[in-house]
C-alpha cells in the first residue's frame, strides 16, 4: 500500500545565527500512527514542529506534511491541522463557551457531541473567562479546541507540561479515547 505520509521531513536543519536548533533530521510519519517525539530541552522538538507549522522556516532541508510543502500550500495544510502549544493563550475577557464557539467558527467540522463529552469530562464551567482558569484547565480547554474539529493531524507540544499527575492521566488518556 502506497500511502502518502502525513509528515516527511527530510535532512531537516534550521539554525538560529550559528547555533543550530535541528541539524539533519530526517522522520516520516505514516498515516493512522501514533508518535511521540522526545529529546531533552533545547533538542528542537518546538523547532520542528514549527518548521511543519510554517511558522519557522528550515535553514535547509524540506518538510511536507500530507504530501504538501507547508509554505506553499499553508491553508491546505493548517486545515487538516490542530496544535496545541507548550504555552495556552486564550483571549481573557472570552468565556470558556466564548472560546469555543470562536475556535468553532474557523472549523469546516464540529464535532459537538465530542464537545459536550470532554466538557463533561473535565467539569469546565462554561461560563468562567479563560483568564480565571488554572494551567490544566487551560490545557484541558485548548485539547478541546483542538479534538472536536476531528482533524487529520493533532500536534501536541509538550501539552503535560506543568500539570499534575492526575490531570497529565486525564489528559493523555483523553486523546488516546478521542483516535481509537
Not at 62 to 79: C, I, M, N, T, Y
Not at 98 to 127: G, H, I, K, M, V
Not at 133 to 153: H, M, V, Y
Amino acid at each position: 500500500m502506497n500511502e502518502t505520509p502525513v509528515i516527511e521531513i527530510k535532512d531537516l536543519t534550521r539554525r538560529y545565527g550559528k547555533q543550530d536548533a535541528v541539524n539533519g533530521l530526517s522522520l516520516t510519519v505514516r498515516p493512522g500512527r501514533c508518535y511521540g517525539f522526545f529529546g531533552r530541552n533545547g533538542a528542537g522538538k518546538t523547532t520542528t514542529i514549527k518548521c511543519l507549522l510554517n511558522l519557522l522556516r528550515p535553514t535547509s532541508g524540506s518538510v511536507r506534511v500530507f504530501g504538501l510543502d507547508p509554505q506553499k500550500d499553508e491553508v491546505a495544510v493548517k486545515s487538516r491541522i490542530a496544535y496545541v502549544p507548550d504555552v495556552v493563550a486564550f483571549y481573557p475577557w472570552m468565556t470558556v463557551r466564548d472560546t469555543l464557539e470562536y475556535a468553532a467558527s474557523f472549523r469546516s467540522r464540529w464535532n459537538r457531541d465530542t464537545e459536550r463529552a470532554l466538557l463533561a469530562q473535565f467539569r469546565l464551567p462554561l461560563d468562567h473567562k479563560t483568564s480565571h482558569l488554572s494551567k490544566g484547565q487551560r490545557t484541558q480547554l485548548a485539547l478541546i479546541s483542538a479534538i472536536c474539529p476531528e482533524p487529520d493531524l493533532l500536534v501536541l507540544d509538550e501539552p503535560t507540561s506543568g500539570l499534575d499527575p492526575i490531570v497529565r492521566r486525564e489528559f493523555i488518556q483523553t486523546v488516546i479515547g478521542a483516535y481509537q
